[in-house]
């Protein structure tokens, strides 16, 4: 199994331009996750989806931010316009079930720098 | 407040000793907790998991969960300079379904 695939591994946008974040979970996974990592604020839960449905999207900063998966193999994360405070380690993952006693499987993320 | 907190540190120790890390929760509903270790760079990956009050154990590390007191903790025994890592605590809660993380306690083991 080769994991949670997220591309790309690095993006350097400036202010204003649309960034397209993506990722493939693990195959037979009905749970994936978006998070975004800063120094700051750690690791914050963006959106979730289950079963290619958005279940919670309260963790998304702004309108300019949004989510889709139109399969069980695909995931976008977008921004539109980027801003500079939009600079962070953006996170992908899947998991079986979000109670399993199991894990979510974290892709090796996306470092975004927006200037 | 925050779901999950955690003391950022940094944390020191030296080879040898014991580590000790902690975490707390808000939603007293919550049923399963996790904690995660991330190498600078790297992505988070599991190593304990725990779902009952008690004690867990898994080689070097101990888990230890109080949920009368709402705090769940990280043991590592015998740490080594290969235990430096950001240490993530994260729960599933029972309000909302969500799995929140902490924003994690860096551990440094001197050699």
């Known amino acids: 199994d080769a994991g949670v695939i997220q591309s790309p591994r690095h993006e350097v946008t400036e202010m204003g331009q649309e960034v397209t974040l993506r990722c493939k979970p693990i195959?037979?996974?009905?749970?994936l996750f978006w998070y975004r990592q800063t120094m700051m604020r750690g690791l914050e839960l963006l959106i979730y989806?289950?079963?290619?449905?958005?279940?919670?999207d309260s963790g998304m900063p702004e309108d300019r931010f949004s989510a889709k998966m139109p399969n069980a193999s695909f995931s976008t994360l977008k921004i539109q316009p980027s801003e500079p405070r939009d600079s962070a380690v953006y996170f992908c993952?899947?998991?079986?079930?979000?109670?399993?006693?199991?894990?979510?499987?974290f892709g090796s993320g996306t470092r975004l720098t927006v200037v | 407040q925050k779901e999950v907190e955690q003391n950022s540190g940094p944390l020191s120790v030296p080879e040898g000793a014991i580590a000790s890390l902690n975490c707390t929760y808000s939603?007293?509903?919550?049923?399963?907790f996790f904690w995660y270790r991330q190498y600078s760079g790297k992505s988070p990956e599991l190593i304990m998991s725990?779902?009952?009050?008690g004690d867990k154990e898994d080689g070097r590390f101990t888990a230890q969960l109080n949920k009368a007191s709402q705090y769940v903790s990280l043991l590592i025994r015998d740490s080594q300079p290969s235990d430096s890592a950001t240490y993530l605590c994260?729960?599933?809660?029972?309000?909302?379904?969500?799995?929140?993380f902490g924003t994690g306690t860096s551990l440094t083991v001197i050699p």
């Open positions: 993952a899947s998991s079986l079930a979000i109670k399993k006693p199991g894990q979510a499987n």
């Open positions: 195959s037979g996974h009905d749970y």
């Open positions: 989806f289950n079963n290619n449905v958005p279940i919670d």
């Open positions: 939603d007293r509903g919550s049923q399963s």
């Open positions: 725990i779902y009952s009050n």
């Open positions: 994260a729960v599933i809660t029972n309000t909302g379904n969500q799995f929140y």
